[in-house]
């Protein structure tokens, strides 16, 4: 998850996380399953001369279905990454397609997260990113801390405050004249 080599002179992370383990919870359940298919079929198949081909077809069912509904998923979280930093809110995904998106911190305008009941339970929640450009806002799935994240970036978003109300000066220009 190493981001460094993107980062300006003066910026730092303050937080790079990946979503919450509970995205693979399902995936290793489905190994589980597959794993336990293949055994009981080679325990309770009867032996003779179709066992073999038997064995064969479920073992290649075995391996696509662990493929494609737990490596790919574990993949996907593996590649999913969330940093903040002192200038922006940098999202990168990808498995052979890399995605990513990078939000100056002074154009988000709001930010709300949601949490289900799991969700609570496990301390972990969705963020919704809202920018001051005509994209629509980032969805950051299942964060895992997601009340402590919220709190930083709250501290972030202050720090990075330009004075307007829609992110439309950068740091750098003079504060508007609005009074503190």
Same mark, same amino acid.
């Given at each position: 998850m190493s981001i460094d080599r993107t980062l300006g002179d003066d910026e730092r992370v303050v937080l790079q996380t990946r979503p919450h383990i509970?995205?693979?919870?399902?995936?290793?359940?489905?190994l589980l399953l597959a794993a336990a298919g293949v055994v009981a079929?080679?325990?309770l198949l009867p032996d003779n001369d179709s066992k073999t081909w038997l064995m064969l077809a479920i073992g290649v069912v075995a391996l696509v279905v662990i493929v494609v509904w737990t490596l790919v998923p574990y993949l996907q979280w593996r590649t999913t990454s969330y940093t903040f930093t002192t200038r922006r809110l940098i999202t990168r995904s990808g498995i052979l397609t890399k995605t990513g998106r990078d939000i100056p911190l002074f154009r988000i305008n709001d930010f709300t997260y949601e949490r289900d009941l799991l969700d609570q339970m496990l301390g972990c929640g969705t963020i919704v990113v809202s920018d001051a450009t005509e994209k629509a806002g980032v969805l950051l799935?299942?964060? %895992?801390?997601?009340a402590e994240v919220k709190?930083?970036?709250?501290?972030?978003?202050?720090?990075?405050?330009?004075?307007?109300?829609?992110?439309e000066?950068? %740091?750098?220009d003079p504060r508007n004249g609005r009074r503190r």
């Amino acid at each position: 998850m190493s981001i460094d080599r993107t980062l300006g002179d003066d910026e730092r992370v303050v937080l790079q996380t990946r979503p919450h383990i509970k995205m693979v919870f399902v995936p290793f359940l489905v190994l589980l399953l597959a794993a336990a298919g293949v055994v009981a079929a080679l325990l309770l198949l009867p032996d003779n001369d179709s066992k073999t081909w038997l064995m064969l077809a479920i073992g290649v069912v075995a391996l696509v279905v662990i493929v494609v509904w737990t490596l790919v998923p574990y993949l996907q979280w593996r590649t999913t990454s969330y940093t903040f930093t002192t200038r922006r809110l940098i999202t990168r995904s990808g498995i052979l397609t890399k995605t990513g998106r990078d939000i100056p911190l002074f154009r988000i305008n709001d930010f709300t997260y949601e949490r289900d009941l799991l969700d609570q339970m496990l301390g972990c929640g969705t963020i919704v990113v809202s920018d001051a450009t005509e994209k629509a806002g980032v969805l950051l799935y299942d964060v %895992p801390r997601v009340a402590e994240v919220k709190k930083q970036l709250s501290e972030l978003l202050f720090k990075a405050d330009d004075g307007s109300d829609d992110g439309e000066f950068p %740091p750098t220009d003079p504060r508007n004249g609005r009074r503190r």
